[in-house]
């Protein structure tokens, strides 16, 4: 598995990111690291999905904290989650344990049950919540096991990875969207909306996270 150096820095909502010198990007908003992914993948995202068991894809793990947000959401909740994340980079257990996002010790077992599991192992987290994490490219990635209700596209920005956001990714990502599905994500690029939008997903603007004018979802009708 390959590595990237990074740096742990602050974020508004006292909760940290992480910073990536080699291509000037961080994994979060500097905004609020926690309250962006409550923004952006769970109010936009997994609570507009009514179903009860549902499959979640994530473009990039990264911190795990996308994951640890869909878990509080549905936590005291009749809801299940399959939640199956690709990373190309894994970030290094030594930085994991430094991250401060749990909210409480439930919430704290839980974060580190999804850094202490296997890669490329479906495993039980919790009886909600089952994670598979990827060690893959998602250029190279084969879709064709998937059947996904909600996407959350986390993949670092299309001006430091644009190879992540053409129309054969998300020709392959649609392919495996379930009917209703949904994607969602921070980017509000117009050629990103407008590649979305060619592969068949009904895309719309809503407003983005802390003050950020803009944000895309689509769904699969």
Not at 58 to 79: D, P, R
């Amino acid at each position: 598995m390959e590595n990237r150096q990074i740096k742990i820095e602050p974020t508004l909502d006292g909760t940290p990111t992480l910073y990536v010198p080699e291509i000037d990007e961080h994994y979060h908003s500097i905004n609020g690291a926690r309250e962006e992914s409550i923004h952006v993948y769970i109010n936009a995202g997994l609570k507009q999905c009514v179903k009860s068991e549902i499959s979640i894809f994530e473009v990039g793990f990264g911190t795990g904290l996308n994951a640890l947000t869909t878990y509080a959401e549905i936590l005291n909740s009749n809801k299940k989650v399959v939640y199956q994340s690709i990373e190309l980079f894994p970030v290094e257990s030594s930085v994991i344990t430094t991250l401060n996002y749990a909210k409480t010790p439930e919430e704290r077992a839980f974060f580190e049950k999804i850094h202490q599991a296997p890669w490329n192992q479906k495993v039980t987290i919790t009886p909600q919540f089952t994670l598979l994490k990827i060690n893959a490219n998602l250029v190279d990635f084969d879709f064709s096991n998937l059947s996904v209700d909600v996407i959350y596209f986390d993949a670092f920005s299309p001006d430091k990875q644009p190879e992540l956001w053409t129309k054969e990714v998300f020709e392959k990502v649609f392919n495996a969207t379930n009917d209703n599905g949904i994607i969602t994500t921070y980017c509000a690029k117009g050629v990103v909306r407008r590649t979305m939008r060619d592969v068949g997903f009904t895309m719309e603007r809503i407003p983005g996270f802390s003050g950020k004018r803009e944000m895309l979802r689509g769904i699969k009708k």
